[in-house]
């Protein structure tokens, strides 16, 4: 599959399967609108040049992605043949063939456990872990009024037009149908409490709104936004520019996206240079509890390998290698409904409890028995946005 672009009927044809399920559920691997330009002896060669051209600026951006802004130095450039072995597809849109001449626009889909494992190879932090699904709320100001509904607000259709549901914060952008209006009336007012925004929310199927407010004037869109959820907010200030209003926003819309991927990479992020070793018992009350129970830790981001050593009807002892730093483990933990504390016989891992410091640690050096493991881990289960129909 490395070398689809040398067949491209075949390339396309697997590579459509491919990203119509990645897509459905805004991977963060699949990366999208990717300008490619080739000459070749004929216009299939100059497509098949085309599509491998697009390799390198797709990692560039996928990169950008998910490793945060000051490690992107720090990541290798993989060659053609590694390249070759971390994309499973492309998708070919508004194709243009002109006798030896190729354009085009492209879509690639990385293999996501194969770009992770390269980047913990070169001790490269990265973040797969996907923040709270968002609904996009855009308010543009402009002739002295703001307007959120309807086509003719600009800022909505840039919304549209810059797809940020792969990123790391997923946002999507609004019907703008007679739903949305009567949960978002003109003249509600647009602070920070949850509750304003609950009803849209809960209709999309979304964890969060962003309140994006924006002005344009002199070839520069001023943003000022709020990334609003149940339990607290965000804020964001960003500018964009372009040759006209419309480009501005556009660009407004992707510093805005970036300006929340590096905040979330900033706490999300895994530190691949640090790892540690811990032991726990977890006790259960069924074959069945113990089984969830592995299988949930196993899909925590910072689980390295795990290793059983003990099991009786009440409980099991494991060995536990985690990546990255203390309080990053303990987010995966909490996010996964685990917390590890510290009981009389000494750690156990047990059900989340809110406001309980868990008891961390551990050694560098594996216990006695356990297994080293290797350099593959789980795929990160991605949150699927169910649209209404």
């Known amino acids: 599959m490395g070398v689809w672009w040398k067949s491209p009927v075949a390339a396309l044809v697997a590579a459509f399967a491919l990203l119509g399920s990645a897509q459905a559920v805004g991977s963060l691997f699949v990366v999208r609108g990717v300008s490619v330009e080739a000459t070749g002896e004929s216009a299939t060669k100059a497509c098949e040049a085309a599509y491998a051209q697009g390799h390198p600026a797709a990692w560039k951006r996928l990169v950008e992605r998910i490793v945060p802004k000051g490690e992107w130095g720090s990541v290798r450039q993989p060659s053609a043949d590694e390249l070759q072995t971390l994309v ?60 959120l509904w309807g086509d003719q607000n600009l800022w909505l259709n840039a919304f549209r037009d810059v797809k940020l549901e792969n990123e790391l914060i997923p946002v999507e952008a609004p019907y703008g149908d007679d739903g949305d209006k009567a949960a978002i009336p003109p003249g509600v007012s647009m602070g920070t409490d949850w509750l304003t925004y609950k009803t849209i929310a809960d209709k999309y199927g979304m964890k969060a709104v962003l309140v994006a407010r924006v002005s344009y004037a002199n070839g520069t869109a001023s943003v000022t936004a709020q990334h609003v959820w149940a339990g607290g907010h965000d804020n964001y200030t960003v500018t964009g520019t372009g040759a ?6 556009r660009d407004a819309v992707r510093q805005l996206g970036a300006a929340m991927n590096e905040h979330w990479k900033s706490t999300a992020a895994i530190d691949n240079s640090v790892s540690a070793w811990i032991t726990v018992w977890a006790p259960y009350n069924s074959l069945a509890e113990r089984n969830s129970i592995e299988q949930r830790l196993r899909k925590v981001q910072n689980v390295l390998s795990l290793t059983i050593s003990r099991v009786t009807v009440t409980g099991m002892s494991m060995s536990i290698q985690y990546r990255g730093r203390q309080d990053q483990f303990a987010a995966g933990l909490k996010d996964a409904g685990f917390g590890i504390y510290q009981g009389s016989g000494g750690r156990i891992l047990t059900e989340y409890k ?5 008891a961390l640690g551990g050694s560098s050096a594996a216990p006695e028995g356990a297994d080293s493991g290797s350099d593959e881990e789980p795929p990160v289960e991605e949150p699927q946005i169910i649209r209404p129909q």
């Open 88 to 147: 499973s597809g492309y998708e070919v849109s508004g194709e243009k063939r002109s006798g030896t001449k190729c354009l085009g626009t492209m879509t690639y889909l990385f293999k996501g456990d194969e770009v992770k494992k390269y980047l913990r190879q070169s001790g490269v932090a990265y973040a797969d872990r996907r923040g709270l699904s968002t609904l996009a709320l855009p308010l543009y100001d402009t002739n002295g009024s703001t307007m």
């Open 354 to 358: 809110a406001g309980q410091q868990m």
């Open 244 to 249: 006209d209003e419309r480009g501005a926003l």
